[in-house]
């Protein structure tokens, strides 16, 4: 398999020459067109990916539920939700080595099966330190799935398809958390908080085994090595970003997330400096070698203003629903359901659009529309009406859905086959601390502002801030332009 690629990157030697490996299971068409072998291991990821990321959100609505039955304060049911965050953040930078280290079917086993053991461990948790390690062990593995899925569609997908392939991951990607705090309400109004994790085993159990059954190897092994010092920086780096992020805007937070944050950054810094000297060897736990492709950047940086976007929305409207329309957790759950559905079923369609058309003209649409929806939800009152949020809501994820399968899609074709899992990791963890960097800095300031003027004026505030944020997204997406993947082909 080539490694060439076109102007949008310099190949320096060590990225040319991908390790030698032994090639198993379905290759990438050359005539355009998938087996069905293909078809069968991405439909098997993506639904397997579907599952992992709707259990994330599924515990939101539960945490009250919780804190009576476990007997815990809002401080500690809160660990619920960043244990499983801060696990993402520190899995994620090593799903490069473990997807060059592992085969496909054998990083596929080892992510749900982690995932069911979690599910099943958190069913029957008798306490809540249980249950804690339950959601740590769920995390580890879908970590592991949302990079193995991108990487195996960049190797089996031809490049003239992979636009509308990558538009289907949006399905996993935004309906799926959209479901969760819906699915959980539903659950919660008729069974214990247990019967969360007993109806997604089953489906958890029923991937796996049609994953063991069919699921065949892809594209190549490398030989890398486990650098050790640089997983251990993965863990106050990765986690002291995501935790300090996550809890600063809290009411009792403290110095202690400042403390987090400051670490984080430094071991960052450290993580970086290693992996560049690794990459001297070939060795780096990430591959930075991503960011020499222009594009690539680019697009990181865009899903980076973007789910900062997102994630401050999915924090802050259900605030408004419920403290000033005063809707109950079921109602704003079906509330925000439209818009998710929406982003997810126009995923496909906005996929095959750009095949034809390229990014710009999606980026730039999507980018104004969320500028002006964002805009739009800081002029929102205690008077609003609830269609007009429920239909803000549905067009800013339209926004976003026009803004992530290019960006996925743009930023990884160019990569060779050598980068592609470590394209994807750097992606999904960019993802992750821009997510609680968004959730932060929009939280601290809807918190400051709700004090003095309060909690109308801090929503509006915060949003404000949000459509801020969301101009950078029209600078960066004006800059995308059509991609050539690594041998493929492509326009300028």
Same mark, same amino acid.
């Given at each position: 398999m080539s490694s060439d690629v076109t102007s949008d990157g310099p190949v320096s030697a060590a990225t040319a020459q991908a390790t030698p490996a032994e090639v198993t299971g379905p290759q990438p068409p050359v005539s355009g067109k998938m087996s069905r072998e293909s078809v069968t291991v991405i439909v098997t990821l993506l639904v397997a990916t579907f599952v992992v990321i709707l259990n994330e959100t599924i515990m939101n609505v539960a945490l009250q539920r919780l804190m009576t039955d476990l007997q815990v304060n809002a401080s500690t049911v809160q660990w619920l939700a960043t244990g499983f965050m801060l696990t993402m953040a520190v899995v994620i930078p090593t799903t490069g080595f473990i997807l060059q280290r592992m085969s496909t079917r054998g990083a596929f086993m080892l992510a749900m099966g982690l995932f069911s053991g979690g599910t099943l461990l958190a069913a +029957?948790?008798?306490?809540?330190?249980?249950?804690?390690?339950?959601?740590?062990?769920?995390?580890?593995?879908?970590?592991?799935?949302?990079?193995?899925?991108?990487?195996?569609?960049?190797?089996?997908?031809?490049?003239?398809?992979?636009?509308?392939?990558?538009?289907?991951?949006?399905? @996993?990607?935004?309906?799926?958390?959209?479901?969760?705090?819906?699915?959980?309400?539903?659950?919660?109004?008729?069974?214990?908080?247990?019967?969360?994790?007993?109806?997604?085993?089953?489906?958890?159990?029923?991937?796996?085994?049609?994953?063991?059954?069919?699921?065949?190897?892809?594209?190549?092994?490398?030989?890398?090595?486990?650098?050790?010092?640089?997983?251990?920086?993965?863990?106050?780096?990765?986690?002291?970003?995501?935790?300090?992020?996550?809890q600063i805007g809290g009411a009792e937070a403290g110095i202690v997330p400042v403390i987090a944050l400051v670490v984080g950054v430094a071991c960052l810094a450290l993580f970086v400096v290693r992996q560049l000297r690794l990459q001297k060897s070939d060795a780096p736990l990430l591959d930075l070698r991503a960011f020499n492709y222009r594009m690539f950047t680019v697009s990181t940086l865009l899903m980076v203003v973007a789910m900062m976007a997102l994630f401050g929305g999915v924090i802050l409207l259900p605030l408004y629903l419920q403290n000033t329309l005063h809707l109950a957790p079921m109602e704003t759950g079906l509330a925000l359901l439209p818009g998710g559905l929406a982003m997810g079923l126009l995923g496909p369609v906005i996929?095959?659009?750009?095949?034809?058309?390229?990014?710009?003209?999606?980026?730039?649409?999507?980018?104004?529309?969320?500028?002006?929806?964002?805009?739009?939800?800081?002029?929102?009152?205690?008077?609003?009406? +609830?269609?007009?949020?429920?239909?803000?809501?549905?067009?800013?994820?339209?926004?976003?859905?026009?803004?992530?399968?290019?960006?996925?899609?743009?930023?990884?074709?160019?990569?060779?086959?050598?980068?592609?899992?470590?394209?994807?990791?750097?992606?999904?963890?960019?993802?992750?601390?821009?997510?609680?960097?968004?959730?932060?800095? +929009?939280?601290?300031?809807?918190?400051?502002?709700?004090?003095?003027?309060?909690?109308?004026?801090?929503?509006?505030?915060?949003?404000? @801030?949000?459509?801020?944020?969301?101009?950078?997204?029209?600078?960066?997406?004006?800059?995308?332009r059509r991609t050539e993947g690594a041998g493929g082909h492509g326009g300028h």
């Amino acid at each position: 398999m080539s490694s060439d690629v076109t102007s949008d990157g310099p190949v320096s030697a060590a990225t040319a020459q991908a390790t030698p490996a032994e090639v198993t299971g379905p290759q990438p068409p050359v005539s355009g067109k998938m087996s069905r072998e293909s078809v069968t291991v991405i439909v098997t990821l993506l639904v397997a990916t579907f599952v992992v990321i709707l259990n994330e959100t599924i515990m939101n609505v539960a945490l009250q539920r919780l804190m009576t039955d476990l007997q815990v304060n809002a401080s500690t049911v809160q660990w619920l939700a960043t244990g499983f965050m801060l696990t993402m953040a520190v899995v994620i930078p090593t799903t490069g080595f473990i997807l060059q280290r592992m085969s496909t079917r054998g990083a596929f086993m080892l992510a749900m099966g982690l995932f069911s053991g979690g599910t099943l461990l958190a069913a +029957l948790a008798p306490g809540f330190l249980v249950l804690l390690v339950a959601r740590i062990v769920q995390a580890g593995g879908t970590a592991i799935m949302l990079p193995l899925l991108m990487t195996t569609i960049l190797t089996l997908v031809p490049m003239a398809r992979r636009g509308a392939v990558m538009g289907n991951v949006s399905i @996993a990607i935004s309906v799926a958390p959209a479901m969760g705090p819906t699915v959980s309400g539903i659950i919660l109004d008729h069974f214990s908080w247990r019967f969360m994790f007993v109806f997604v085993l089953p489906v958890a159990l029923a991937a796996f085994a049609i994953g063991a059954k069919y699921l065949t190897n892809v594209g190549e092994r490398g030989k890398t090595t486990l650098d050790l010092a640089s997983v251990i920086l993965t863990v106050p780096a990765f986690g002291g970003l995501v935790y300090g992020l996550s809890q600063i805007g809290g009411a009792e937070a403290g110095i202690v997330p400042v403390i987090a944050l400051v670490v984080g950054v430094a071991c960052l810094a450290l993580f970086v400096v290693r992996q560049l000297r690794l990459q001297k060897s070939d060795a780096p736990l990430l591959d930075l070698r991503a960011f020499n492709y222009r594009m690539f950047t680019v697009s990181t940086l865009l899903m980076v203003v973007a789910m900062m976007a997102l994630f401050g929305g999915v924090i802050l409207l259900p605030l408004y629903l419920q403290n000033t329309l005063h809707l109950a957790p079921m109602e704003t759950g079906l509330a925000l359901l439209p818009g998710g559905l929406a982003m997810g079923l126009l995923g496909p369609v906005i996929g095959r659009i750009f095949d034809k058309v390229g990014p710009l003209p999606l980026t730039v649409t999507g980018s104004v529309l969320m500028v002006a929806t964002l805009w739009a939800f800081s002029r929102l009152d205690e008077s609003s009406a +609830l269609w007009w949020v429920i239909t803000l809501h549905v067009v800013l994820s339209l926004g976003l859905a026009l803004l992530f399968t290019p960006a996925f899609t743009t930023g990884l074709n160019p990569l060779p086959p050598n980068l592609y899992s470590h394209g994807s990791a750097i992606i999904s963890t960019a993802q992750q601390v821009s997510g609680a960097a968004g959730t932060a800095l +929009l939280v601290s300031i809807f918190a400051v502002v709700s004090a003095q003027s309060g909690q109308v004026a801090g929503m509006q505030a915060a949003f404000f @801030a949000a459509t801020i944020i969301a101009v950078a997204a029209v600078v960066l997406g004006s800059m995308m332009r059509r991609t050539e993947g690594a041998g493929g082909h492509g326009g300028h």
